[in-house]
């Protein structure tokens, strides 16, 4: 298997070793660049990176610059930008989420901490290429479909149901990280009942796909389903996912939050919203979402 390649950008040559060492010997590939110029002409050149971790304040080119460069440009938008600042004012980490810099540290931070980041981002950046490719399996003949119901267990089926589901709309590429999102949500916080705080110290011990396994295999969860209802409704299509588990509070989730910036979760509602739906509410205890996509 080929190792992850990473760009890290930063104008302190000091910065740029400690980072190097702290990848030392974890099968990483990196290549460095001391401002944006240089490392859009690495990018530009051919370099094929599966994530940026770029400081802000650089010259030449500074580091919000290069990140609305880089996801203006279609062929790196999907790479994962990990934002690296001295300032956590919340009005900066709001105009880099706005840009896309939807993983965040603070210097000065520990390993593991940018360990943890950087293993999300990548995590997501692979589990969107894995959706994308998914769609291939099925085709516009899904357009036709008006009414369906599906019952669901694992993560794995998310996967699948969202990659299908996706076909049925209009604009499948966008709309299939946005289900997988809320899909899996439904599994993980209602069903299985791994709230924010456990859930971002797994992903920083990247133990969380092994607690998930475990929590199916637990005799309580084992015949817990998330169901699916699929219906056209006038000029779109809604799609209403309920889980098992006991709600929670919606509303901070719905929006990136700049508190949040920097844990390795809670992106996941604020994605889905974005990536393609035209609407998406919560209802009750909000055990219950629907997202509605306008058919043109």
Request: with cysteine; glycine share 10%; proline share 4%.
């Amino acid at each position: 298997m080929n190792p992850f390649r990473l760009l890290v950008v930063d104008d302190e040559p000091f910065n740029l070793e400690i980072i190097g060492e702290y990848f030392d010997g974890l099968g990483y590939a990196l290549d460095t660049a001391g401002d944006g110029e240089e490392a859009w002409r690495l990018m530009d050149g051919g370099g094929a990176y599966d994530a940026v971790i770029l400081d802000r304040m650089m010259p030449v080119l500074d580091g919000m610059a290069l990140l609305r460069r880089i996801k203006a440009d279609p062929r790196f938008a999907g790479i994962p930008v990990i934002m690296q600042t001295a300032a956590g004012d919340p009005e900066q980490v709001r105009e880099g989420l706005a840009a896309g810099a939807h993983y965040y540290l603070v210097k000065p931070y520990e390993r593991d901490s940018l360990l943890s980041i950087v293993r999300g981002a990548l995590a997501d950046a692979e589990s969107q290429r894995r959706l994308q490719k998914a769609l291939a399996r099925y085709d516009d003949a899904l357009l036709l479909l008006t009414n369906a119901e599906f019952r669901l267990r694992t993560i794995d089926e998310a996967s699948t149901l969202a990659a299908f589901l996706a076909h049925a709309c209009q604009r499948p590429d966008a709309a299939v990280l946005g289900i997988s999102e809320l899909l899996v949500n439904a599994i993980e916080h209602g069903n299985l009942g791994i709230g924010y705080d456990e859930k971002a110290q797994l992903k920083r011990e990247d133990r969380w796909l092994e607690e998930v396994q475990r929590r199916l295999e637990l005799p309580e969860n084992q015949e817990k389903r998330v169901r699916v209802l699929l219906y056209r409704d006038g000029d779109g299509l809604r799609l209403r996912i309920t889980d098992e588990g006991a709600g929670f509070d919606w509303t901070p989730y719905l929006d990136f939050d700049p508190a949040r910036a920097f844990d390795p979760n809670g992106r996941g509602i604020a994605l889905a919203r974005l990536a393609g739906f035209d609407s998406l509410n919560y209802e009750g205890c909000g055990n219950t979402v629907v997202a509605w996509l306008k058919d043109a």
